[in-house]
Every structure is written in structure tokens, then in C-alpha cells.
């Protein structure tokens, strides 16, 4: 029973306290809301923005993890080409991999100059998350096409006057010389340098119009696999491979994806200067409370030696204390998160932050979390010295103050 | 007997200088109900002695003895907690809390109380502030009271878990005459209704001639005198 009073009675004390000194409490609280909407947004700001980087990654070297299968020797003949496919496929299916594709580079110019044409299979859009502006990626219906299909940037739409699709709009490609129109399904969206023709036609496609997918190089074999066991799967794959290949035919597989380039995490860095600004704001936030908590206790000697006298023992006064700068810390902390998750949404912002970004995931939990935890926190060692001041008060010469 | 002091002795070091004692073997027995004055000049450890009888001050040499139990063998929370329940402190500069209205001033105490004081220590205080003639000042804040106003304030405080030791270090060292005299009659009449024993600590003879004892604390020794002489 006296338990339960003392709990209710400190926390009676605490909200007077807080409600006496409003201005006071007010005062020191902005700080606080201040330095943890700082923390938190850095921290969601840290985490969105590795998305963004992650997301840019894997557009240019694939989903990790992307395992990347070659040959030594260019592709001589069509019999050769079919091969390769067949013992790529075949890997494929042995070890249950859902999404594969095959890659080639394609010798073609349009609108007067060299086009970056990769030719793929349907599956590499997802596996590179490829971002369209308009229109479709490539489906099964398209190999049925008679005339070749490409998707191509925004830099060479506008410069075709950005016609609608539905309209059948085509674009013309010069192949190893031969010209030819290609029905255009998509339009990729075009990053703020893109200055040249770039898209992808099928793989199939740019096979015939290359006559065999260019003489000069082997094509690629691009496979997305789980993370886990990724390695030990790589050799699998290329010992399939190999194994379907004539005697001396070399087959090298790599993991190509942004996660295999080494074994350090490539955010490091910008997660240490991210934690670093974020600990200064916390410690200037910590400095700032605990200054005013510790003026406020030296203002209150008087009225904590009367509290004494009535019978306050050492140890609720040192809760009340404690109890004070925590709900004050921790209201302040809500108000701090809340400012966080609005300044995150304004809209100029995440344009400026987050251009092209494809899955901006809503406000990080972890962050909203970490932002109230850290001001409780942040309450209990503000409130730790000032509460300890108080309990080393003699009520005798608190009282004469 | 309710309190108990036997050879209180109270010394304090001073760097570099003997040791100033400042009370000198201090006997004095309170009865429950019983209204007890002691009177000396400033600095004649009057407040010490206050401090020691309300347990907020330890003697350095001697006993004290509330109930009949020796309060130096009390763990430090017990004691507070036992101070809490039956001592009520009635100060010479009233000691209100500042920006606090007079109901939660009076309600104070009860913070610390358990059961239903606790739970219905707003409606309590305002009884206790009709009871000192402020039912119409409840929610007024200290700042906007008269001295004598404060003053019954600071009683009602005192009295609101009707303590059974009452101590008024110089109630009426900050009032005019007049004034203190009302205090004086207010305190008297609450403590004797409750049956409460009253020890005034002043320099005042007219305050100190109200009691039904009085003593006198000259150079740290404590003697009684008799009321008529205090007269």
C-alpha cells in the first residue's frame, strides 16, 4: 500500500513540479525535443538514405546477390551459343533459381550516335530494379513479336518527341551497319546526366540483329541467388557449367553485386560521421538539461529541506527528482520524434534527398524508437547528479537558506 | 512520556579552534497533550534544539527517546517516516512553498502519507484551512497572503496529519504584536483540541508565558523557570 502511494505520490509531486515551473520546464524541454529531433532524423536520414544508395547499387550491378557467368572465348558459332544457354539454363533449374538473365552489349547508334543497347531477358528488371517513366519492361508476349521491341531512356524519347506508347511509337537503331526500327514498349527514367541514347532490347533480339549477339564477345550470364551460401553456390553454378562444355572451354563466375566489392560495408564511413554528428547534438542536448536541471535543484534547497521536515525520506526525494526530468525528457521526446517524422515528410525535401528512389520505405521505426529510448535516457542522466544534489541536502540548512 | 531528551549534548568542530558546544547536557521530558516553552537569547542554541527534538538534527552526545524508543537506533527512512506521522514543524518564516496555492501547501505533508490521507489530502487541507479561518483563501497563493495569513497557513501544515509533537520555532517572530497574539491563540486552541503537545521555541516572554512549562537556554543549559517569572 505505502508503495503505491509513494508511486502515485511522487508522480503527484513531479507533475506540480513540472506545472509550477512551466516556463522553466518549458525552456529546458526545447532543447531536448530539439536534440532528439535531430538524432532522430539523422538517424532515419542515415537509413533512408542508405536505401537510396542501396537501390542505386543494385540498378547498375544487380540485387545482391547477383552471381555473373562468363566465358573466356567469344561465341564462335550459333551451336556454341546454344550450348552455353542450354548449360546455363540447366544450372538454373538444378539449383532452383528463380530469376536469370542474359546479358550482351550491342554495337548500334541512333540519332547519329553510339547507343548503349544491352540485350536482356524479362527477368533483369526485377533483378536491377529498372525504373520506368512510362510504358511496360519486357514480357513473355514480347518474344512473340515480329519486329524487335526495346526500352529505352528518357534522354532518347524526348529527342523523339516523347509520343505516346499507346501510339506504337519506334525508334531507329543502325546494327553493324543495317538499319532497323524497333517497336519502343518503355521508357527508363533518365538520371540529370544522362546525354546519349541508351536502352535494352530482348536478348533474343539483339542476337539476330547482331548476328549472333556480336563476333567479338562472349555474352553474360547473370543469376540472382540468396545471400546466404552465395559462395559456396557461385562454384556450384560454374562447375555445372563447366561440365557441359568441351574440354578446355574455361567458365569463370563471380558475385557481382555492390555487397561482394569487399568485405567492409560500404556505408561505414557514412554511418560513423551520421552517429558522430548525431552523439554531438546529444551531448550538447544532455549539457544543456543538466545545466538547468542542476540551477533548478540549487533554486530548490529551501523547498526540499521542507519536504524533509514533513517527512520526505532521502530516497523519494531522489525518485520525485529523478522522476521530474524523466517525464519531462520523455514528453519532450515525443514532441522530438513527431518533429522528425513531419520535417521527413515535407515534400522539397525528399525530392531533394531522394531522387529516384523506388521503395521509400515509411519512417524507420528503429529511429523513432531509438529517439525515445535515448530521451529517457537522456532524462535519467540529467536527472542522476541534480537528484543526487538533492538527497545530500540538510534539511536543517535548507531550511535557514 | 511522548518525548524523552536525556544529556543532549550538541558540539560542533571549527577548523583551527576548540570545538563550540552549543548545547550542554540538555534534559527535558514532553508529555503528550502538554504545552512546553523555551525561551533564550539568539544564538543560545534554541533551534538546535528544536532540530534535535524533531529529529531532524542528531545529538552528539545523549539520547533521545520518542515513545520510548531511542531514535539514534531508527533507520535513517524510518525516522523520516516517523517524523512525517507525528511531528508537524510550525516555522519562524513560515517556509510556504513559493507558486504552490494555500490547499496544496497544506496538503503537502500528505504526500507522504498512505491510505486515505493520501488520497483525499485536497479535500483534508481545505477542512484544515476553514479550521484556521481561510475557507475563502484556499486557492490563494502565498505570495498574496498577509504574514499572518501565512502564518495559519503554515499551522494548518503543521497540524494536517494530526501529528501528536507540534514544534514552532519563533511562530511569531515574524508578525506584529497583535497578530502573534491571534497566532498564538489559534495554536494553542488547534493543539490542545488535538491533544497535541506544543513546544514553542522564543525570545518573547509573552509567547512563552502561554505554556504550561516554560525553560530557559542560556550558554547551552537548559533550566526550568517558573511561569510566573517568565510573566
Redesign the interface.
Same mark, same amino acid.
Given at each position: 500500500?505505502?508503495g503505491i502511494?509513494?508511486l502515485?505520490?511522487a508522480i503527484?509531486?513531479a507533475w506540480?513540479e513540472l506545472r509550477?515551473?512551466r516556463m522553466r520546464v518549458l525552456l529546458s524541454l526545447i532543447g531536448v525535443a530539439v536534440s532528439v529531433a535531430a538524432l532522430t532524423w539523422t538517424i532515419a536520414m542515415g537509413q533512408l538514405l542508405q536505401q537510396s544508395q542501396d537501390e542505386l547499387m543494385e540498378r547498375s550491378s544487380g540485387r545482391p546477390a547477383t552471381v555473373t557467368l562468363s566465358t573466356a572465348d567469344p561465341i564462335e558459332t550459333a551451336a556454341d551459343a546454344a550450348l552455353l544457354d542450354s548449360a546455363f539454363a540447366d544450372a538454373a533449374e538444378r539449383y532452383g533459381i528463380d530469376w536469370t538473365s542474359r546479358v550482351s552489349w550491342v554495337d548500334a547508334t541512333a540519332l547519329g550516335t553510339t547507343a548503349e543497347l544491352r540485350g536482356v531477358d524479362a527477368d533483369y528488371g526485377e533483378m536491377h530494379r529498372v525504373r520506368l517513366a512510362a510504358g511496360a519492361w519486357f514480357s513473355d508476349v514480347d518474344a512473340l513479336r515480329l519486329v524487335p521491341v526495346v526500352v529505352i531512356n528518357e534522354w532518347w524519347w524526348q529527342r523523339l518527341g516523347s509520343p505516346p506508347l499507346e501510339s506504337h511509337p519506334t525508334a531507329s537503331l543502325a546494327v553493324s551497319g543495317a538499319s532497323v526500327d524497333a517497336l519502343v514498349i518503355g521508357v527508363t527514367e533518365s538520371g540529370p546526366y544522362d546525354d546519349y541514347p541508351a536502352g535494352f532490347v530482348l536478348y533474343d533480339d539483339a542476337a539476330e540483329l547482331a548476328a549472333a549477339a556480336s563476333a567479338d564477345q562472349a555474352p553474360q550470364y547473370e543469376a540472382w541467388i540468396p545471400i546466404e551460401g552465395a559462395d559456396e553456390l557461385v562454384e556450384a553454378i560454374r562447375s555445372s557449367v563447366q561440365a557441359h562444355l568441351p574440354e578446355g572451354a574455361e567458365v569463370y563466375a563471380e558475385r557481382t553485386d555492390y555487397l561482394a566489392w569487399g568485405d567492409e560495408n560500404p556505408f561505414l564511413m557514412m554511418q560513423i560521421v551520421i552517429g558522430s554528428i548525431a552523439s554531438v547534438v546529444l551531448v550538447i542536448g544532455v549539457l544543456s538539461l543538466l545545466n538547468i536541471t542542476l540551477v533548478t535543484v540549487r533554486h530548490r534547497i529551501?523547498?526540499i529541506?521542507?519536504?524533509?521536515?514533513?517527512?520526505?525520506?532521502?530516497?523519494?526525494v531522489f525518485f520525485s527528482v529523478m522522476l521530474e526530468s524523466v517525464v519531462g525528457t520523455a514528453l519532450a521526446g515525443v514532441v522530438g520524434v513527431a518533429i522528425a517524422v513531419m520535417a521527413m515528410r515535407v515534400p522539397a525535401l525528399q525530392d531533394a534527398l531522394f531522387a529516384g528512389i523506388e521503395d521509400l520505405p515509411p519512417f524507420p521505426i528503429g529511429a523513432a524508437v531509438t529517439g525515445l529510448v535515448v530521451s529517457v535516457g537522456v532524462g535519467a542522466i540529467a536527472g542522476l547528479l541534480p537528484a543526487l544534489v538533492a538527497v545530500r541536502v540538510s534539511?536543517?540548512d535548507a531550511?535557514r537558506y | 512520556m511522548l518525548l524523552e531528551a536525556r544529556g543532549i549534548t550538541r558540539t560542533v568542530d571549527i577548523v583551527d579552534a576548540e570545538p563550540l558546544r552549543i548545547l550542554r547536557g540538555v534534559d527535558l521530558a514532553v508529555d503528550a497533550g502538554e504545552h512546553v516553552s523555551i525561551m533564550g537569547r539568539s544564538g543560545s542554541g534554541k533551534s538546535t534544539l528544536l532540530?534535535i527534538l =524533531?529529529m &531532524?538534527?542528531a545529538p552528539t552526545d545523549g539520547e533521545l527517546l520518542f515513545d520510548g524508543a531511542p531514535v539514534a537506533r531508527m533507520r535513517?527512512?524510518a525516522r523520516?517516516?516517523m517524523?512525517?506521522?507525528n511531528v508537524?514543524?510550525v516555522?519562524q518564516q513560515f517556509?510556504l &512553498?513559493?507558486?504552490?496555492t494555500a490547499r496544496?501547501n497544506v496538503a503537502?505533508?500528505l504526500?507522504?502519507?498512505? =491510505?486515505p490521507g493520501?488520497?483525499h489530502r485536497a479535500a483534508l487541507a481545505g477542512s484544515m484551512l476553514e479550521r484556521v479561518g481561510l475557507g475563502e483563501r484556499v486557492d490563494q497563493l502565498p505570495e498574496r497572503l498577509s504574514g499572518g495569513e501565512q502564518q495559519r497557513v503554515a499551522i494548518a501544515?503543521a497540524l494536517i496529519?494530526e501529528p501528536r509533537l507540534i514544534l514552532a520555532d519563533e511562530p511569531t517572530g515574524a508578525l506584529d504584536v497583535e497578530t502573534g497574539g491571534a497566532v498564538m491563540d489559534l495554536l494553542d486552541d488547534i493543539a490542545h483540541r488535538a491533544g497535541a503537545a506544543l513546544v514553542t521555541i522564543t525570545h518573547d516572554p509573552h509567547v512563552a508565558a502561554r505554556a504550561g512549562r516554560a525553560y530557559r537556554l542560556d550558554g547551552g543549559v537548559l533550566a526550568e523557570v517558573a511561569p510566573e517569572i517568565v510573566r
Open positions: 500500500m505505502r502511494t509513494g502515485a505520490g503527484a509531486e506540480q509550477v515551473h529551501r523547498e529541506g521542507v519536504r524533509r521536515s514533513f517527512g520526505a525520506t532521502a530516497g523519494r534539511p536543517i531550511i | 532540530n =524533531g &531532524l538534527d535513517r527512512g523520516d517516516r517524523r512525517g506521522r508537524g514543524f516555522f517556509n &512553498l513559493a507558486r504552490r496544496e503537502m505533508p504526500l507522504y502519507a498512505s =491510505g493520501f488520497w501544515r496529519r
